[in-house]
């Protein structure tokens, strides 16, 4: 039986990968990266010596069939994303999924996470607001959908959490301000990294607090409204 290993990697700070992970990403006969550079920086860092090959969303089914076909063969496989678990607001789901759909694969080949880091579980640990229900919705949409979801985020009574760019983290939080401007916000930017910074307020605090400070403007967010 092949092994397909699902393997988190740090969110930024290099320390941030376990034990297990390292073991198996030395173990595997081939490493899926979403970007193959990005990787090698673990791999150089840990002395990991295992082939790597790109897999990402716009990946062509010629690659799909090839990971099948060293499934088949009985290679084991591991699968990263850039930082943090695969799967999460990523498209290693579909291939996971994909592996489950084919009965044959699915008999033959176990699927196994490997946890570590999580942007949205390390947001919400030192967040300070409630955490016992939480809805994550990934990445917004730009344009489709956006303002029915502010809205949704808005009439929520659980705490909801999301990711930003920095291109986008301005125009997101004059959004709060419009459908939902007593909520409680945290944004969490560069998580595990040196200029790593939590800030928490209302909408309209927050941004303010961006404006009078654009080099914080910078990095991924992380954002936790509640």
Known sequence: MSKFYIVATPIGNMG???????????????????????TKKILDKYAINTP??????K???SKVDKIFELLEEGKNLALV?????PGISDPGTMLV?????????????????IPGAS????????????????????FLPHKKGRET???????????MVFYESPHRILKTLESLIKFCPNKKVCI????????????TGTPVEVLEYLIKNPEKQRGEFTVIVS
């Open 188 to 199: 969490a930017r560069e998580l595990t990294k040196i200029y790593e910074e939590f800030k």
């Open 149 to 159: 979801l502010f809205k949704e985020i808005a009439s929520s009574e659980r705490t």
């Open 119 to 138: 942007a949205v579980i390390t947001a919400l640990s030192v967040s300070g607001l409630p955490t016992h229900e939480f809805t994550f919705l990934g």
């Open 52 to 57: 790597t090959m790109s897999y990402h969303a």
């Open 81 to 85: 994303s850039d930082a943090g678990t």
């Open 59 to 61: 990946s062509k089914l």
């Open 97 to 113: 999924s994909q592996i489950r759909a084919r009965t044959t694969l699915a008999q033959n080949t176990e699927v196994i996470p």
């Open 16 to 38: 941030d990968i376990t034990l297990r992970a390292i073991e198996t990403l030395k173990s595997v006969d081939l490493i899926l990266c979403e970007d193959t550079r990005e």
